[in-house]
């Protein structure tokens, strides 16, 4: 089984966008939330498991990563690997508007690698809510497999390597001739069982009667 662990990122500020016209600027329930991640910034993040966060009423949420393989290929573009997922059942309604949600990469148009920046798109199409979001945004990696199967796996391995011996005899055991053998053993066993008999043996009794002879050695 392989675990997660949960690496560092910086969460920029939300960046509104808005229509604007000669007389006035209005909102277009489009938000846009850039991170980035600190420790990784030159070689990226090798890949992305799973985006976990809370909303606070968002309805529906784009992803788009950019990779340091694309970066120098397309010019740094984004490549989109979620599209418009619905966070709340109906934008006019509270339910979903502050639930946690924890989107793993099966669920992506692709599994992000080599990733360098995350940027999610926020939609609210309806002008009931004030302000919208989301908060506490997590970013999962896949760690190393080291259960306990694998360990022992790993420990046989090394030792028949360093008993070459061993490891021949093992390597020239035919299937046929260990199948063999244990049919006859079970054989053995069952011939053994049914020439067993049922009735108790006095340890010092012949013929329902106490050996002296017997007795004087004990």
């Known amino acids: ?31 846009i939330v850039d991170l980035s991640f600190p420790n990784n910034s030159e070689k990226g993040i090798q890949q992305i498991e799973s985006i976990s966060f809370k909303n606070a009423y968002t309805a ?3 992803i788009k990563v950019k990779s340091e393989q694309n ?3 397309t010019g740094g ?7 418009r997922y ?12 502050q ?3 924890k989107i793993p990469s099966s669920q992506m148009l692709f599994v992000p690698q080599d990733v360098v920046s995350v940027r999610l798109i926020l939609q609210q199409p309806s002008s009931a809510w004030n302000q919208f979001g989301i908060e506490q945004v997590s970013i999962e990696t ?17 030792h028949l390597n360093l008993n070459s011996t061993v490891k021949k005899k093992i390597e020239n055991v035919e299937v046929d001739e ?5 049919h006859r053993m079970w054989a053995l066993t069952e011939t053994v069982k049914a020439q067993q008999t049922s009735a108790s043996l006095g340890r010092y009794e012949v013929d329902d009667s106490y050996e002296i002879n017997l007795l004087s050695y004990t």
């Open 1 to 31: 089984m392989s675990s997660n662990s949960s690496i560092k990122c910086t969460v920029k500020k939300p960046v509104e966008v808005k229509i604007s016209d000669t007389k006035s600027s209005l909102c277009s329930g489009l938000s």
């Open 60 to 62: 529906f949420l784009t």
């Open 71 to 73: 970066s120098s290929s």
């Open 77 to 83: 573009k984004w490549k989109m690997c979620l599209h």
């Open 86 to 97: 619905q966070l709340m059942t109906s934008p006019h309604y509270e339910s979903g508007s």
């Open 99 to 101: 639930d946690y949600f």
């Open 142 to 158: 896949p760690t190393e497999n080291t259960n306990e199967e694998e360990a022992i796996s790993k420990w046989l391995q090394q």
């Open 178 to 182: 260990v199948s063999g053998g244990l």
